[in-house]
């Protein structure tokens, strides 16, 4: 293991500054994992670590774990807590933290199973609470527009808890031709909007195959994809409250789903 004990020491760049994602880390196609749950998760799961950056005592404690993950001797940094909050900026909980290597972008063959898809969705805690619901959930694919926050920001994965590293994540750069092209292989394509058109969630009969859609809080889905959705969905809700928050509306859906799922595996 390597201890720093100055601020500015280059072997932990990665590490600096850290109260918002670094330039460095999108162009090293990096992400931070931070705190103890978060870390044992990446290295439970099946993405590279470039490093870890903790207190002794998680290297302790997860020796064995951080020998099978490979990790190298040279990549795996210690310091005193105090030393590491001034190097990363903020007040840390537990000491812990880690660089992962984003996954490879999922080509739209890989998608599989139901697919939920984001649509504007700007807010890194938004997409990180909807990565965290989709594992709840079942759902291993998640889709995600040009336009929304990349689940691998830092604060999108700390909110997940990161469970976001065992999906399966597109980041596409045209979400109309990957909604056309999943609608060719099958998929239904299923917009969760407030419109007179739209079903009551309740009253609807999930397919066996589909893309379930969700939009910006304040400007909903694009009327390009509403235009190519098989169907358009709502959460009754009372009239004096304009809409949910886009997380706690994929958890009411999908529960929904679950919910029926089931139903229909008791009843064969």
Do not use: W
């Amino acid at each position: 293991m390597v201890e720093i004990t100055e601020i500015d020491d280059p072997r932990i760049s990665f590490y600096r500054s850290l109260r918002y994602t670094p330039p460095s880390h999108i162009e090293a196609n990096v992400f931070i994992a931070e705190g103890e749950k978060v870390v044992l998760r990446l290295l439970r799961s099946p993405l590279k670590i470039h490093s870890i950056f903790a207190i002794l005592d998680f290297y302790q404690t997860y020796i064995d774990l951080i020998n099978f993950k490979m990790v190298p001797e040279d990549f795996r940094y210690y310091a005193e807590k105090s030393l590491m909050e001034k190097i990363v900026g903020f007040h840390l909980h537990s000491g812990i933290m880690a660089i992962g290597f984003k996954p490879q972008n999922a080509n739209i063959d890989e998608l599989s199973g139901n697919i939920v898809a984001l649509n504007r969705i700007n807010n890194s805690e938004n997409v990180g609470q909807i990565s965290r619901i989709c594992r709840a959930f079942a759902v291993n694919s998640l889709l995600v527009d040009e336009k929304s926050t990349s689940p691998f920001l830092r604060r999108a994965v700390r909110v997940s808890m990161g469970n976001i590293f065992d999906l399966k994540v597109r980041e596409t750069t045209n979400i109309l031709e990957d909604i056309a092209e999943l609608k060719k292989r099958d998929f239904s394509i299923i917009s969760c909007e407030v419109c007179p058109s739209s079903i009551n969630i309740y009253d609807f009969s999930f397919p066996e195959k589909f893309v379930i859609i969700f939009g910006n809080e304040h400007y909903g889905i694009s009327p390009e994809i509403l235009a190519i959705s098989d169907t358009i969905v709502s959460i009754p809700i009372q009239k004096e409250v304009e809409s949910l928050n886009v997380a706690i509306a994929t958890a009411i859906v999908l529960n929904e789903f679950n919910r029926k799922k089931r139903y229909r595996n008791v009843a064969n």
